[in-house]
């Protein structure tokens, strides 16, 4: 017989006398377990099913050992031995964590126990959570400014293999927020430097990248076999290509999202909880709700939301906690705000409610109306940046405007064909200065803000104007390709 | 407390998120509306004051999403949330 402690949790503590610890003798913890219950028997019921096997959301620890299976000759114990109650969700229903059936299969060497002590003394994660994160099969879809958080953080922590899809190469654009890249990789795929960065944090995970844009035809082969999906893709295409197959597949996905100063995160796809249609049925239409490129974002933003998309994964890896399932965070970095909205699922979404009228993937650019042809701007006559060029050098009449901001005027510009600097928000006061008999040519980054440019001419009788379609960034793709973009 | 105004209209307060916000022009706008008008009321007599709005957003009154047919009630904070793609 050994002289052991027995830690109770807090949600239990009224069924044990209010006690946080009780001493019982005892050989095996099945043994000591017998004892606790009989001291009080309200405990019974919490901790053990009709059958006597422990109840599925209760983990019992000895010392950093997870003990599952009372059964099997019981479990020795030694005189000081401490165990462990820890129920698996504070205030929740479990979560079943496909990580923790495999998790029996895992071994640490004791370089990795170390890596991991700070985790291994948490008694909600110690060895047997610790197993489960090493067991786990981590998604991330985008290994930009949400995915470089996400991923840095959940290979710290242990998550044994990380998958990673993007086929995009790094720009120094996007070096202001998305920490897995450096300034050398510029140009180089962003899988390389993220598998760099990744393995250097931790060589005891296993990396897998897929360079590849994630569409249709490939997205139920490219997720299917993952525990679990991140989505830090930056286009609403993507999104609900993800939250599709993810449901088709029974994959949870963690969601996020950010613009500007504010952000979003959500747990989506899981079997009693909304899905990101619940929410969103319908896509925004084009061009009315702008991207990272097109509008700006705070570097220090997707810091916040990856980290939360992070914690919800480990979260459900565990089995711990309150998931974020049926909650969508909004994140207002200016306010210095998070606010929470509940969301329940919809028995009528197309995709996850009763009567699914969605059964299978679909074209999702055409869903979100940029297939091919369709354009945002239809409204608004335009030119090709071939086309600028050749009236450039013909001779042609025609006058120029630049829309954008004096910073990006500084990094290139259309100097060379006739370009002249007039702000978007400074157009209005400096119509005067146009010449209304003129050919008239706007002109910005992608051509978005130059459309605004040219709805607002027309509106003040300018009849002869055209916006120049895809922007400066067009004519450094098809005029001259040593000019450099942003 | 509630504070039904006369004529039977109530008063909600719309908060606005993202990119819907530098549309509106503004964090905040108080709407007024006939007593029984839903969620659907409000995004049509948004879309009449505020076209440049994009459609596509989710409503929450209070702590929770609400659906279009949804009754909104004097004093309701309501929150406008646009759906965000930037990643």
Redesign the interface.
């Known amino acids: 017989m050994a002289r052991v402690s027995i830690r109770v949790p807090t949600p239990l503590r009224s069924f044990a006398g209010g006690r946080s610890e009780t001493e019982v003798r005892a050989a095996t913890v099945a043994e000591a377990l017998e004892r606790l219950t009989e001291q009080h028997g309200a405990l019974r019921d919490h901790l053990f099913t009709e059958e006597g096997e422990l109840r599925r959301f209760v983990n019992v620890y000895l010392g950093d050992r997870s003990i599952r299976n009372l059964g099997e000759g019981g479990v020795g114990l030694s005189d000081g031995d401490e165990i462990r109650i820890v129920p698996s969700i504070a205030g929740g229903a479990p979560v079943a964590s496909p990580a923790a059936e495999r998790s029996g299969a895992v071994d640490f060497s004791p370089d990795e126990l170390r890596r991991y002590s700070r985790h291994l003394m948490i008694p909600e994660v110690g060895y047997g959570g610790q197993a489960r994160l090493k067991a786990a099969r981590v998604l991330l879809v985008?290994a930009?400014?949400?995915?470089s958080p996400a991923a840095l953080y959940l290979a710290a922590a242990g998550v044994g293999t990380l998958g990673l899809v993007d086929r995009d190469v790094v720009d120094i654009t996007n070096l202001q927020r998305q920490l897995l890249h450096d300034t050398d990789s510029v140009g180089a795929p962003k899988l390389d430097s993220a598998r760099r960065r990744l393995e250097a944090l931790n060589p005891e995970i296993d990396v897998r990248t897929f360079e590849t844009r994630l569409i249709s035809d490939n997205a139920l082969e490219v997720l299917d076999g993952w525990d679990l999906v991140v989505?830090?893709?930056?286009?609403?295409p993507t999104?609900y290509l993800v939250n599709d197959a993810c449901v088709f597949l029974g994959i949870p996905f963690v969601y996020?999202?950010?613009?500007?100063f504010?952000?979003?995160a959500s747990l989506f796809g899981l079997e009693d909880g909304p899905c990101y249609r619940c929410?969103?049925p319908?896509?925004?239409?084009p061009g009315?709700?702008?991207?990272?490129a097109d509008?700006g974002?705070l570097g220090v933003l997707?810091g916040i939301i990856g980290t939360v998309q992070a914690i919800e994964a480990v979260k459900l890896i565990l089995g711990r906690g309150r998931p974020l399932s049926g909650r969508?965070l909004?994140f207002?970095a200016l306010g210095m705000e998070f606010?929470?909205?509940?969301?329940?699922k919809d028995p009528d979404c197309p995709v996850c409610g009763e009567h699914p009228t969605l059964t299978e993937l679909i074209d999702y650019e055409v869903f979100c109306g940029l297939g091919a042809g369709a354009s945002v701007d239809a409204d608004v006559p335009s030119i090709g940046a071939e086309q600028l060029a050749r009236w450039s050098r013909g001779g042609e009449r025609y006058q120029l405007i630049d829309v954008r901001e004096p910073y990006e005027w500084r990094i290139c510009n259309l100097e060379s064909a006739g370009a002249r600097l007039i702000p978007l928000g400074e157009l209005p006061e400096k119509i005067g200065e146009l010449d209304r008999e003129a050919t008239l040519v706007l002109q910005c980054r992608s051509g978005s803000r130059s459309a605004d440019a040219v709805r607002l001419l027309r509106r003040e009788g300018f009849e002869d104007v055209f916006n120049l379609e895809g922007g400066i960034l067009a004519w450094a793709r098809d005029v001259d390709p040593s000019m450099p973009t942003y | 407390m509630s504070r039904i105004a006369a004529r039977g209209m109530i008063t909600v307060d719309v908060r606005f998120?993202?990119?819907l916000r530098e549309r509106a022009g503004g964090e905040r706008r108080r709407v007024e509306l006939p007593g029984g008008s839903t969620v659907a009321a409000l995004r049509a007599h948004l879309r009449e004051r505020l076209p440049e709005l994009?459609?596509?957003?989710?409503v929450?009154v209070g702590?929770?999403?609400a659906a279009s047919e949804h009754v909104l009630e004097d004093g309701d904070e309501v929150?406008l949330?646009?759906?965000?793609?930037?990643?």
């Not at chain 1, 989505?231 to 609403?236: I, K, L, R």
């Not at chain 1, 996020?256 to 500007?260: E, F, H, P, Q, V």
């Not at chain 1, 009315?288 to 990272?292: A, F, I, Q, R």
Request: hydrophobic share 35%; net charge negative.
């Open positions: 985008g930009g400014g949400l995915g989505d830090g893709s930056d286009n609403f999104r996020g999202a950010i613009y500007r504010e952000g979003q929410l969103f319908e896509p925004p239409p009315l709700v702008p991207s990272c509008a974002v997707p969508l909004l207002d606010r929470e909205v509940e969301v329940e | 998120f993202a990119v994009p459609e596509g957003y989710a929450a702590r929770a999403y929150a949330i646009p759906p965000v793609s930037g990643g």
